[in-house]
């Protein structure tokens, strides 16, 4: 055995995803990058994967992998928007956790699918939140984990009971979480965040004879990690860490967010890999917990407080009370809408939840079961079908399959709406709340159409006591905001389906999202198609109708029609990634996607030509397509800005054009438009 000093990186995003569709819509905030996820992967996770170090005094280089030299969670909400959107970062991550020499759990250790406070969840979300994160892990490193990550480090004894029963042998914690400590055969003595020695890994005793093991980030070089600047220098930070460990065996961990490493201190990346190396060669240290903790038996017990989180001093409050803990508070603000919040989602959880399970007990042979094999399905280890095929208790067919599926995604879309990121800042007027509002609004409305049960009045009486520190905003109109404009909407689906494979000549893709489409043209009109439109997470199927015309200049009209309807819809209501393809197919040719192509001849037309309502919408579809905006682009986007805003132009189109023109720094011609 010998000693560990390193680094535990806890890899986490929010579901950014608009929870109808099943894709990340643009951030502005984000500009030039798409959405806050793809800028933190440039600057963190991508530059993470391998960091080019000097070598020697002669200019040679060699290439560290910090990610296989640490500690590492990744949060599955990440995990799979980096399977979908950064393929070569997952790839490369799952690579070197898989070729860990003793296995992929001295590196990587599993989290909860939904970054949820797991002391604040109900006993079966708890456990099914737990089963759904290992079975994300199992699936995209092939083992079974041995530790666990609890978002927040929060964490009681019913949060530990849960973990050990599902077979994780160890969490990591903060020494602020410890009460006291017994030695082999000796008496308990109180600890405090200074006096608790955390070179050492503990035991906490738990029912049936079970233990978990516990291992304390050490406080200060964290914090002086992630909020100061000892990230900066990686050799003394490698020496500070061998020097507290004085010699001996035992432990040093550095606990961060792990966006700290190259998204909030730049070329953190840079000193975390130098740190590492010098480490392991200067100071001949283990690096990697897991496989360290393989060949390290506790014998010291710990207890913790009743309830505890690290960015929280009054047990998990923060994410229930107006406790004091915030983060973006400004003068005179307080957080006496997150009780509200809490009590309404709660209050949601208790009355959908309650109908769904009654409904899924008609078809499964039991429902807590099937709840918590439903990770599988969830991690893609599953197929849907066979999923309920294993867990009914008689054959279904396609219609009750569909329903069991829909009824399982509203407990999903539940759990979802306790994303702990809604309560942690100073206001709910932010995105993460509204993030939280959507997945309810999904469960609800897949609860409406299954069930019949009708619970947003409900829902929104209890919303109305979410007061906003900005003036004049309350939860129904955070609410209103957060679902308007995503509401789900199959025919809009299909009309952008329609849109694309009539600008694209048929080249068209058929997935996008949540969604699959299959095409086939009719008999008699060669501009109409009979479309099925499949939900792959539920497995529904619906069947339509489409005609599609192209109008002046850029615009399209689109046709629906199913059994019952018949709507109408115009190219800027389709959705910016189906806008931005229909536009290069009319701008470049069918089935581009050269965005930057199109800004340009767009730029140029406008220059040229009257503009229409359908220009202002292609304008910021284009400039919401791509991953990353090329200063290229960008000067594309101001001169069709500056073109567009010189017309005559509505209302409407100002409010569209605002965010882009405030992203480019145009601002001020839009306003005073
Ligand atoms: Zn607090």
Not at 574 to 581: F, H, M, T
Request: aromatic letters at 8%; proline letters at 5%.
């Amino acid at each position: 055995m010998s000693p560990v000093a390193g680094f535990h990186l806890h890899l986490y995003q929010p579901p950014r995803e608009d929870p109808w569709l099943g894709l990340v819509a643009n951030e502005w905030s984000a500009w030039p990058y798409h959405d806050w996820n793809e800028r933190i992967a440039a600057e963190c996770y991508r530059a993470m994967v391998a960091v080019a170090l000097p070598l020697g005094e002669n200019g040679e280089t060699e290439l560290v992998e910090p990610l296989t030299r640490s500690s590492l969670d990744v949060g599955p909400t990440l995990h799979y928007w980096l399977e979908r959107h950064s393929p070569d970062v997952e790839r490369a991550l799952g690579y070197q956790v898989r070729r860990a020499a003793s296995g992929p759990s001295a590196v990587a250790i599993a989290a909860p699918l939904v970054h949820a406070i797991l002391p604040l969840a109900s006993a079966k979300d708890r456990d099914r939140l737990i089963a759904w994160g290992i079975a994300d892990y199992a699936r995209r490193f092939g083992a079974s984990p041995l530790g666990m990550w609890l978002p927040e480090t929060a964490v009681d004894l019913a949060t530990l009971e849960s973990i050990a029963r599902q077979g994780i042998r160890y969490t990591i914690l903060m020494p602020t979480q410890a009460v006291r400590v017994r030695e082999p055969g000796g008496d308990w003595r109180p600890v405090d965040a200074h006096s608790l020695d955390t070179s050492r890994p503990y035991l906490v005793q738990l029912g049936e004879g079970r233990t978990i093991t516990v291992v304390f980030g050490h406080a200060s070089l964290s914090q002086r990690v992630a909020f100061g600047d000892l990230i900066d220098d990686g050799t003394e930070l490698a020496d500070i860490m061998a020097r507290e460990l004085h010699d001996r065996d035992g432990v040093v961990l550095l606990v961060a967010d792990g966006e700290t490493y190259g998204h909030h201190h730049r070329f953190g990346d840079l000193g975390l890999a130098w740190a590492l190396r010098r480490l392991q060669r200067h100071h001949k240290l283990e690096t990697t917990l897991g496989a360290w903790l393989a060949t390290t038996e506790p014998t010291w017990e710990v207890e913790l407080a009743l309830v505890s989180a690290w960015s929280c001093a009054h047990g998990v409050e923060r994410w229930r009370s107006d406790c004091g803990c915030v983060t973006g508070e400004q003068p005179g603000w307080h957080q006496g809408w997150r009780a509200p919040l809490r009590e309404a989602l709660d209050w949601l959880r208790e009355a959908l939840g309650g109908a769904v399970d009654a409904e899924l007990a008609r078809h499964l042979r039991s429902v807590d079961d099937a709840l918590l094999d439903y990770g599988r399905v969830l991690s893609g280890e599953a197929e849907p079908h066979e999923f309920v095929t294993i867990h009914a208790h008689r054959p279904l067919d396609a219609d009750e399959t569909s329903r069991v599926l829909e009824l399982c995604e509203v407990h999903r879309n539940l759990l979802y709406s306790f994303t702990s990121c809604a309560w942690f800042f100073a206001d709910p007027a932010e995105i993460e709340t509204s993030i939280v509002l959507r997945y309810a609004a999904v469960a609800m409305e897949i609860g409406f159409r299954a069930l019949d049960v009708d619970l947003e009045a409900g829902l929104l009486e209890r919303l109305a006591k979410v007061r906003s520190n900005r003036p004049g905003i309350e939860g129904r109109t955070l609410w209103r905001r957060a679902c308007d404009a995503y509401r789900f909407d199959e025919a809009l689906v299909v009309a952008g389906f329609a849109a694309e494979l009539f600008a694209s000549k048929d080249s068209a893709r058929t997935v996008r999202g949540f969604w699959r489409m299959k095409a086939e043209p009719t008999d008699d009109d060669p501009d109409a198609r009979r479309i099925v439109l499949t939900n792959t997470l539920t497995l529904r199927q619906s069947h339509y109708l489409t005609r599609v015309e192209r109008l002046g200049g850029l615009g399209v009209e689109v046709h629906v029609n199913d059994a019952d309807s018949s709507r109408r819809f115009v190219l800027g209501e389709l959705g910016n990634d189906v806008v931005a393809r229909v536009a290069c197919s009319w701008l470049i040719g069918p089935g581009s996607e050269n965005y930057e192509g199109a800004l340009d001849l767009l730029a140029a037309q406008l220059l040229e030509q009257p503009a229409s309502s359908d220009e202002a919408a292609v304008l910021v579809a284009l400039a919401s397509a791509p991953r990353y905006v090329t200063p290229i682009a960008e000067a594309s986007i101001r001169r069709a800005l500056t073109a567009l805003v010189g017309q005559p132009i509505s209302k409407t189109d100002i409010d569209l054009l605002t965010p882009l023109a405030r992203a480019v720094g145009l601002s001020e011609i839009v306003e005073t438009n």
